[in-house]
């Protein structure tokens, strides 16, 4: 795997990607410069004149990276072979700011998955935030529909932001804990 933190890069052509941590987009420019501060889940996390950028794995490109490959499911499938897939892609959904995945934060509460007529599936999930006034709540929300999207049978995804119950630090997996050293 190519290391790609405290890279350097060049955009090399127009993109958009969104202030960290205002969750406000922003049009990044042909010629601009930065590094990369994090590479996790698909998603950077940019440094460009003092600020830092979310830009999203599909426009990997525009840094000189690779996009990340689509998730498989097998043939007969079941729900709960959906739901388990649907797991593994918000284990690829990152806070720009910290290096731990949303769900060993501990911040999914609730993953559902539903067969419909059509043998389609609707995947319907409950996230909440480290703090209610985070900027970056669409952003992790659209984050999560786009990765279960992806996956073979999804052709709904609801994904609702909650604050009840509000979010502690133990409801963290120890060993998010022990990298943060919130104990």
């Not at 790609?4 to 090399?12: D, K, Q």
């Not at 205002?22 to 600020?51: C, H, M, R």
């Amino acid at each position: 795997m190519r290391k790609t933190e405290n890279e350097p890069f060049v955009i090399n052509r127009e993109v958009k990607a969104v202030i960290v941590p205002a969750g406000q987009e922003v049009n990044l420019k042909i010629g601009q410069a930065g590094y990369i501060t994090q590479a996790l889940g698909g998603s950077f996390t940019l440094y460009i004149d003092g600020n830092l950028f979310r830009l999203s794995g599909d426009d990997a490109d525009a840094i000189g990276q690779e996009k990340v490959s689509a998730p498989e499911l097998p043939p007969n499938a079941s729900e709960d072979d959906v739901k388990k897939l649907a797991w593994d892609q918000m284990r690829t959904c990152y806070d720009p700011e910290i290096p731990i995945n949303i769900v060993d934060l501990g911040l999914v509460y609730d993953c559902d998955v539903r067969q419909n007529a059509d043998g389609t599936r609707a995947v319907e999930v409950k996230i909440t935030l480290t703090a209610p006034g985070c900027g970056m709540g669409d952003v992790l929300v659209d984050d999560v529909r786009d990765k279960i999207k992806r996956i073979p049978t999804v052709t709904a995804v609801n994904v609702e932001l909650t604050f009840d119950p509000p979010w502690n630090q133990s409801m963290m997996t120890e060993a998010a804990r022990l990298q943060t050293g919130m104990f």
